[in-house]
DNA sequence: GTCTATAAGGTGATAGAC
DNA sequence: GTCTATCACCTTATAGAC
C-alpha cells in the first residue's frame, strides 16, 4: 500500500473519502489525525491537501453529503397520497437506507457539534427538512382521521430516534434479517399514531 | 479565578469533575484538553492529576457515576407488579431523569469509543442492566396479555431510543413542559406495545 | 495542594523539490 | 500529484520547588 511516488489523481480522492468515513466513525472526528488518514490511504499527509482544503470541509462533505443523498433517495420513493401507507414507505425506507450506511449516519448523528457554525447550519437544515417530510405525512393522517398525535412535529422526532435506534444494534450477521426488523418497528409506529 | 498558591482539596476535586462535564458535553472528549478543564476550574494542569490519575479515568469516572446514579433511581421507584403500571412508571422515570442531566446523558451516549476497552465493559454491563429492566416488563406484559411484542428485547431497544430522543430536542424554555412532553411519549409508548 | 518547568511526542497546514 | 521537511503550536503526564 505505501508507496513513495507517482499520480493517482483519480482514485486518491474517493479513498481519502472512504478512509475519513472509517476513521472519523470509529475514533470520533477530533481524535483522528490527518496523518492517520494519510496512512490509511497510503499517502503522506501533506498529499491529503490536494484533495480537501482542510480537516473540516473533510467533515463537512461526509455529513452534507450524506444528507444530500438521503434526500435524494427520499425523493425517489413514489408519492402515496394515503397517510397510512405514507408511514409505513417512511418507516421501511428509512429502517433500510440507514442500515445500509451505518459509518456515515453514526458520524451524522455525533460529529454535528464539530462543525464550524456555518456548516452547522447547512447541515441542520437538511436535517430538518428530512423531519419534516415525516412531520407533514403525520399531519396528513390526523387531518384525515387515520393518525392521533397531538404533536406531529414531536410525534416527528420520537419515530425518527426510534427508527435510528436500529442502527445501535442491528448487525447483519444476527438473529434477526433486516425485513424481520422492518416488520418490529412499523407494526410499533403504526400502533404508536394510530387513532 | 485565576489564583498562584493555594490548598483547596475540598472544593477543588467536585468542580473538575464538573469542568470536565461540561466540556466533554460540550466539546467531545478528544477535543477537550486537559489546560482547558484546569482553566475551567481556576488552576493550573498540573494541579488536576491530584484528582484523576490521567484524563481516561476522569471520563470513566463520569459515564460510570452516572450510570450508577440512574440504576440507583430506578431501584428507589416503588414496585409495580401489573406491566401497564410498570411501563408509564419507566417511561415517566426515563424522560424526567434524562432531562435532569443533559449533559451526563450526552457524554454516555457519545464518548463510548473514547472509553478504554477495560472501562466500556464496565459501562456496557449497566447500560444492558438498565435496558433489561425494560425488557422484563414488557415480557410481563406479553405474559398476561396486555402488550403485543414479538421480540421484547427489541421493543425495549426501539422504546428507550425514542424516549432519550426527547434530549435532543426538549428545553425548558420551550413551548412545552416537560408534563406535557411525559404524556406525549407516554400515549406513544403505550399504543406501540398494547396488543 | 498547587505551582513552574519540562519531557517526549503529536497536531494541522504549508513550501518547494521532483 | 506526491514527496520530504518544516513551522508554530498543542498534547498528556511528570518532577521538584514552595
New binding site residues.
Partial sequence: M????????D???PRVREAALTLFARHGYAA?????I?GEV???????????????SLLFDLMKGHMDELLAAWATQPKTSNPLAALEQFTRFHIRFHSKRPEAVFISYMELRNLSPGNFTVVEKLRRTYEDALADILRAGVANGAFNVPEPKVAAMAVIAMLTGVNTWYREAGRLSLSEVEEIYWAMVRKSVTA
Avoid: E, W
Avoid at 483522528?32 to 492517520?36: E, I, T
Fill in positions: 505505501a508507496r513513495t511516488q507517482g499520480s493517482h489523481s482514485i486518491t480522492g483522528v489525525s490527518m496523518r492517520q494519510a497510503g499517502v503522506q499527509a501533506g498529499a491529503l491537501y490536494n484533495y480537501t482544503p482542510d480537516k473540516q
